[in-house]
């Protein structure tokens, strides 16, 4: 099943919806109570049957936030408003499952040092000879100044990688990820999660990027 974008009747409930689970999400809501507020009562048993939700003593709870989110998308949700609910790591997971649903390989939290000094690295995808090294702003207050500061830092950790793991076999490209588009900044794409979603690696040919050696998949996939 894939997204559905725009606005729609059943797109507003699915966000009143959402709102109510993440408000109780410690103590949970009947199931009764959920299903009065909906037109289509069979997207809680769908949510159910998909691992989002869980029964626990007659109540509805959250299994995952973000798997959560990512399903509702796919009956209408809105991702770019359900976004500023999550928490900074919620939205750092559901990044990630978007990934992994393009068909993506991803290292989440991804630590490295060179020098004594140590970088971490939100997310790192990886698709063919291509890397993506991510950095997730969900809360951006400082604006495109800000978002420069987080660029150039964002391309710091790529040079280091390159240095650590030499050779030309693979493409790093850094980007920045945020709750919505701001085109390009010093040839790094800030990225919305709608881009996300539409993730097609053959756009990002001509970003700003760096060479590294395939030994950075190897480190990748064991770490």
């Known amino acids: 099943m894939g997204y559905i974008h725009g606005v729609t009747r059943k797109a507003k409930l699915y966000k009143v919806l959402l709102a109510k689970l993440i408000a109780n999400r410690e103590e949970g809501l009947p199931v009764s109570m959920l299903k009065h507020s909906l037109e289509d009562t069979s997207v809680i048993d769908w949510l159910l049957e998909h691992g989002c939700l869980k029964l626990v003593d007659g109540k509805v709870k959250i299994s995952s936030v973000a798997q959560l989110v990512l399903n509702m ?62 950095d997730c702003k969900q809360w951006f207050s400082s604006g495109v100044h800000g978002l420069r500061r987080a660029v150039e830092k964002q391309k710091e950790r790529a040079a280091v990688l390159s240095k650590i793991y030499p050779g030309n076999e693979l493409k790093l490209y850094p980007l920045i990820l945020t709750v919505q588009h701001v085109n390009v900044i010093n040839g790094v794409p800030i990225l919305s999660l709608d881009m996300l979603i539409r993730f097609d690696a053959h756009e990002f040919s001509d970003y700003f990027h760096f060479y590294v050696g395939k030994r950075l998949i190897n480190c990748l996939k064991n770490g």
């Open 73 to 134: 998308g796919r009956l209408g949700l809105n991702l770019h408003e359900a976004s500023w609910w999550l928490t900074w790591k919620e939205f750092e997971m559901l990044a990630s499952s978007i990934l992994v649903e393009n068909n993506l390989n991803t290292n989440p939290n991804f630590i490295f040092t060179h020098q004594g000094k140590r970088y971490q690295v939100d997310i790192v995808a990886w698709e063919g000879n291509s890397v993506y090294l991510i």
